[in-house]
Nanobody, 121 residues
Framework: QVQLVESGGGLVQAGGSLRLSCVAS????????IAWYRQAPGKQRELVAG???????NYADSVKGRFTISRDNAKNAVYLQMNSLTFEDTAVYCC???????????????WGQGTQVTVSS
């Protein structure tokens, strides 16, 4: 069974930076798209940034120029460098991976449990 474990969240002052990590473990044949989502209290979950197996990247408009997503295929990991954080970035950040566990296996969508990011104003 594949698991995603996020780390790197915490409390930071506005204008500060954090780096989130998400590592996938278990039986993984191929990691396709890996993405970061966030959900603030009382709001819907939203896509923050995603990167596919061809390193094509997309960002939410609200984080463009401030956040950078990257992946390390050798480690089955994805990172989110977050700079110039604002109070509006406060949320639980979750990692999602679309993957296959074996050759020609079905695509699966796996979620991590999330890590809290709190930005004090």
């Amino acid at each position: 069974q594949v698991q995603l474990v996020e780390s790197g969240g915490g409390l930071v002052q506005a204008g500060g930076s954090l780096r989130l990590s998400c590592v996938a473990s278990g039986s993984i044949f191929r990691l396709n798209t890996i993405a970061w989502y966030r959900q603030a209290p009382g709001k819907q979950r939203e896509l923050v940034a995603g990167i596919d197996s061809g390193d094509n990247i997309n960002y939410a408009d609200s984080v463009k120029g401030r956040f950078t997503i990257s992946r390390d295929n050798a480690k089955n990991a994805v990172y989110l460098q977050m700079n110039s954080l604002t109070f509006e970035d406060t949320a639980v950040y979750c990692c999602n991976a679309v993957l296959t566990e074996r050759f020609r296996g079905p695509l699966q969508s796996v979620w991590g449990q999330g890590t809290q990011v709190t930005v004090s104003s």
